[in-house]
T-cell receptor, first 116, second 115 residues
């Protein structure tokens, strides 16, 4: 049972336009959400995060929006650049009372291709 | 430069062999993690450690073992009991498991293949 879903396996966008990557979650206990970017044969790189007490967080060209009522978050990249072409993973964190720690749950990723 | 170093980048194993993947961090992070990534899949948690000499099973711990004798090091052993070990293995660390809202930072991974 996937608690974090990225329903689009891939996305193609023209250079200079906006890229919108979507993520849905089912666990209402998630209170911290992250986006990672991954190139082939490399580890994921942390991009941006948002706490559940906010609905928007911006960092340069990257903005994350959180809609708690819809259990939905999205990553906007404006303007998109060819170097943004990578796989983007959405992740969510909740406190695991059994383990006494916070755990990250990842989506399956969306492959973004930015076309020059 | 501070970071997480995984070695080797590529590793080959014969059937029935145990292999150990190295993960070292110089970020002074308390928490360390091992994930497995399969094609078209997200990252799945194998083991994690909140502090030296302590570690916990993740979602897919069967066939794996770890140790945490030093803060900087969290090696993962893929045992012969792991029936499908071919995958991309990622190590990560974070400041502290009990702190809220702390991102995990990843190494560049080790790709394990069966000969």
């Amino acid at each position: 049972d996937q608690q974090v879903k990225q329903n689009s396996p891939s996305l193609s966008v023209q250079e200079g336009r906006i890229s919108i990557l979507n993520c849905d979650y089912t666990n209402s206990m998630f209170d911290y959400f992250l986006w990672y970017k991954k190139y082939p044969a490399e580890g994921p790189t942390f991009l941006i995060s948002i706490s559940s007490i906010k609905d928007k967080n911006e960092d340069g060209r990257f903005t994350v929006f959180l809609n708690k009522s819809a259990k939905h978050l999205s990553l906007h990249i404006v303007p998109s650049q060819p170097g943004d072409s990578a796989v983007y993973f959405c992740a969510a964190s909740a406190f695991d009372s059994g383990a006494g720690s916070y755990q990250l749950t990842f989506g399956k990723g969306t492959k973004l291709s930015v076309i020059p | 430069d501070g970071g997480i170093t995984q070695s080797p980048k590529y590793l080959f194993r014969k059937e029935g062999q145990n292999v150990t993947l190295s993960c070292e961090q110089n970020l002074n992070h308390d928490a360390m993690y091992w994930y497995r990534q399969d094609p078209g899949q997200g990252l799945r948690l194998i083991y994690y450690s909140q502090i030296v000499n302590d570690f916990q099973k993740g979602d897919i711990a069967e066939g794996y073992s770890v140790s945490r004798e030093k803060k900087e090091s969290f090696p993962l052993t893929v045992t012969s009991a792991q029936k499908n070990p071919t995958a991309f293995y990622l190590c990560a660390s974070s400041i502290g498991e009990r702190l809220r809202n702390q991102p995990q930072h990843f190494g560049d991974g080790t790709r394990l293949s069966i000969l």
